[in-house]
Nanobody, 123 residues
Framework: VQLQASGGGPVQAGGSLRLSCAVS????????IGWYRQAPGKEREWVAS???????KYADTVKGRFTISRDTAKNTVYLQMVSLKPEDTAVYYC??????????????????WGQGTQVTVSS
């Protein structure tokens, strides 16, 4: 099973974007899928995750602005981003997540990283 992120691009601060994570294979074979991002000069960080039952988990930095969802018919997980800020600028990746999730710790990525999608937010 492979995951491929797409949908990034340039956007002005306050704008919106929707990223897609296409799953090649059976999406039901994956317990949880997450979005991660890496800004220039920074370490990759976890952003949001969704499990088979559609429960979701968000990093505090994006809570209330980003929404993760899944369409099993399309084998795709989405990340809807609104009220974007310049600090959201990063390459965004999707990956299989560790599961079950810890109460206080972010999920961990389980697979090798695929090609991400660049999101650039201008002020």
């Amino acid at each position: 099973v492979q995951l491929q992120a797409s949908g990034g691009g340039p956007v002005q601060a306050g704008g919106s974007l929707r990223l897609s994570c296409a799953v090649s294979g059976n999406i039901f074979s994956i317990n949880a899928i997450g979005w991660y991002r890496q800004a220039p000069g920074k370490e990759r960080e976890w952003v949001a995750s969704i499990n088979k039952g559609r429960s979701t988990k968000y990093a505090d930095t994006v809570k209330g602005r980003f929404t993760i969802s899944r369409d099993t018919a399309k084998n795709t997980v989405y990340l809807q981003m609104v009220s974007l800020k310049p600090e959201d600028t990063a390459v965004y990746y999707c990956n299989r997540d560790s599961y079950p999730w810890g109460m206080r710790s972010p999920p961990l990525p389980l697979a090798a990283w695929g090609q991400g999608t660049q999101v650039t937010v201008s002020s």
